[in-house]
C-alpha cells in the first residue's frame, strides 16, 4: 500500500485549538519516551504551551460542547440496525466519563503547573532566548541533573490534571475525522473549489497526497467554500508556486 500524507486544515477556531492540543500532546507523548535532559526540558516546554494555550481559550468549555455534540448524535444513532451498537456504547460511555470529569466545577486543567514553583520560574524566562540557560536558571540546571526517573516522576505529576484534556481532545478528532468517507477529487492545473452546503457543519477538511507526491496543498476556507492550490517547491529558498498540472488526490470533508 503506498503511504499517503494528510494535510489537515481546520475551519472554526474550535479546531484549531483541539488540532494545537493535539500537537503538543503527541509531542510530550515522543519525548516521554525518553529521559535525557534534553527530551526533559522539551517535555516541560510542551506542557507550558499547553497551559498557555488553555488559559488563553475557554478550551474546557469547548471540549464539554463538542463531546455533549458527539454524545446527543451517538444516541440518536443507538436504533439504526446498520450500527455497531457495542462499539457505539462503549465510546458514548468513554464520552459520559469525560463530561462527568469535565463538568466538575473543582477541576482546573493546569493548576499542578500553574502552583509548582520551579515551574513558575522557568515559565518566567521560557520566552527569553536561551534564558533557560544554567546561569540564568540554577534551581532549573539541579533538576535537569537529578537522576532520569526523578524527573520523569515530576513531569508525570504536572502533567496529571491535562489527561482529561488529552482524552477529551483525542476523542473529539476521532470521531470528527472518522465522520466522512473520501473522496477520489482532481484539481485541474493545481486549483480546486468547493462549495459547503449550508445545511452541513464542515469543521475539517482533509487532503491525502502520495508521500512521494511532489505536490503539496495549501487549503484556505470559511462557512461557505474551500479552495485548494497544489504547490510545487524547487529549493527552499524560492517561493513555491502554483502547479500547472492537474492534481488527482484525496479529500474528506468532515461534517460532523
Not at 507550558?48 to 474546557?60: T, Y
Not at 448524535?73 to 460511555?93: G, H, Q
Not at 478528532?173 to 477520489?184: A, E, G, Q
Request: glycine share 2%; hydrophobic share 35%.
Amino acid at each position: 500500500m503506498q503511504n499517503k500524507i494528510a494535510y489537515e486544515q481546520p475551519l472554526n477556531e474550535r479546531m484549531r485549538n483541539f488540532l494545537r492540543l493535539e500537537h503538543l500532546f503527541n509531542l510530550i507523548e515522543y519525548r516521554s519516551q525518553e529521559t535525557f535532559e534534553w527530551d526533559c526540558r522539551n517535555t516541560l516546554e510542551s506542557l507550558l504551551e499547553i497551559n498557555d494555550l488553555l488559559s488563553r481559550s475557554d478550551l474546557k468549555t469547548e471540549l464539554i460542547k463538542e463531546l455533549e455534540r458527539h454524545s446527543q448524535m451517538l444516541t440518536s444513532l443507538k436504533d439504526n440496525p446498520a450500527v455497531d451498537k457495542n462499539r457505539l456504547d462503549t465510546i458514548n460511555s468513554d464520552i459520559c466519563d469525560l463530561l462527568i470529569k469535565l463538568r466538575d466545577n473543582a477541576y482546573q486543567p493546569g493548576n499542578l503547573l500553574r502552583n509548582d514553583e520551579l515551574v513558575t520560574s522557568i515559565k518566567q524566562r521560557i520566552s527569553i532566548p536561551g534564558g533557560t540557560c544554567s546561569f540564568d536558571l540554577p534551581r532549573f540546571h539541579y533538576w535537569l541533573n537529578q537522576p532520569g526517573l526523578t524527573r520523569k516522576q515530576d513531569l508525570t505529576q504536572w502533567s496529571a490534571d491535562l489527561e482529561p484534556i488529552k482524552n477529551s481532545t483525542f476523542i473529539a478528532l476521532d470521531m470528527v475525522r472518522n465522520s466522512t468517507h473520501p473522496v477520489r477529487e482532481k484539481a485541474v492545473t493545481g486549483f480546486y473549489q468547493k462549495p459547503i452546503e449550508s445545511s452541513l457543519s464542515c469543521q475539517l477538511i482533509r487532503v491525502f497526497l502520495p508521500s512521494a507526491s511532489r505536490y503539496f496543498p495549501e487549503i484556505s476556507g470559511g462557512k461557505h467554500r474551500f479552495t485548494i492550490r497544489f504547490m510545487e517547491e524547487s529549493t527552499t529558498d524560492a517561493r513555491p508556486i502554483q502547479s500547472k498540472n492537474d492534481v488527482d488526490f484525496e479529500l474528506h470533508c468532515c461534517i460532523l
